[in-house]
């Protein structure tokens, strides 16, 4: 379990800037701005309904009514009243007594834009009926039927959105200050008290609380973890470099005295090993730290890193037909931990040491990289896309290897801004790459 990536995929998700309530928000927004739309083309249609259709109607029922009135009577007179104007010709008659803009209409429903009137021309067999309705009064009518109903649903519609927000906001308040408080988290120091049960709102009741409650119990797990992962590092640091100095102490001192050359020898290689373990160890360390914690760095010299690894990656090769050679095209600098770039060349000349059985490994040093070649086994492309998994090894007959090296490259690359590359063809060998300049 990683502490540090617990927390921090906690963070990422709270420290989203569209929260739940906003999102309800935008949403009832949205919902309001759509109805209204629909309303407002709503009252068009019903406007125009009501002036073509309901007018027409009514009108026609006036004509209907007023037929019957004038069969009964013929001096029945047109209508005329505030809103209705009535204008009879009789057939045979001259229309010189309609006013000038009914005259040249013909049978049926018209609307006269320029002079604001509506006009029924009905025709029967004793004449023609006009009746002329005035546009105020056709809006008069659409208001009071058709905009203020609309008026009316659309505030209430308002109403009822914003009382659903309010209650809505209310139910997601909750978990909106739940989602704050785990965003006010410091990954290195949780303070997770807040959650305690005892310390929770009021309002923080049912789903909300059990969630707080299950966080504040895992806050407190992960402090654990992180304080004993702290403690590990720190007492692992100073545990495990004891034995070492005593090894290389006691070596040195081996050294000074007359050996047989077997014996010195040996000791050689016990102190290269011990120089090899303190620097898997500074670099197990370096990736036990958390990432703002900046390790010591040291302005160093590549090629004689890559020629000192390499020299100890010749004793791997003895009894192979293979030969080891570094190229330096350039003497690159680098400012880092020179143990990390160690333990990043070594794992790379020892995978290539094991998995080349006879032919050449070239190791190239150019201005921004690290090139190791060699005429191994090879991968093939599923192997190689799987090679920095940890604890997987691409022949499993290979005696040698744990699986790990390529994992560790890769993450020590990463923790520094390097990159590691991986090209390889099975049977015909493998080019690991290692770019420390962009």
Known sequence: MNPRGVFGSLFRGASVPHGLSRKIRVAFILQVVMASLAIVLSVYLISAVVKRSLVNAMLREEAAHYWELYGASEAQPPPNTYGLRGYMVLKGRSNLVLPENLRPLRPGFHELKDDGVLVLVDEQPVGRLYLVFLRSQAERLTFWFGTLPIIVILLAIYLVSWLTYRASKRLVSPVSWLATQVAQWDPRRPDVGALAADRLPADVQGEPRQLAEALHGLGQRVSALVARERNFTRDASHELRTPLTVIRVASDLALAEHSPPK?????????????????????????????ETEPQSEDFDIAEVVLDEAENARSLLIGKPVDLEVTCNAKPRLQAPPRVMHVVVSNLLRNACSYTDHGRIDVIVEQDRIVVRDTGIGMSAASAERAFE??????????????????IVQRLCGRFGWKVELESELGRGTVASIRFHP
């Open 263 to 291: 014996v010195v020898r040996s000791l050689q290689r016990i102190q290269r090993a011990g120089r090899d373990m303190e620097a898997v160890i500074d670099a197990f360390l370096i990736l036990a730290r958390e990432a």
């Open 390 to 407: 940890p604890f997987y090894r691409a022949d499993e007959s290979r005696p040698h290897g744990t699986g790990l090296g390529l994992s």
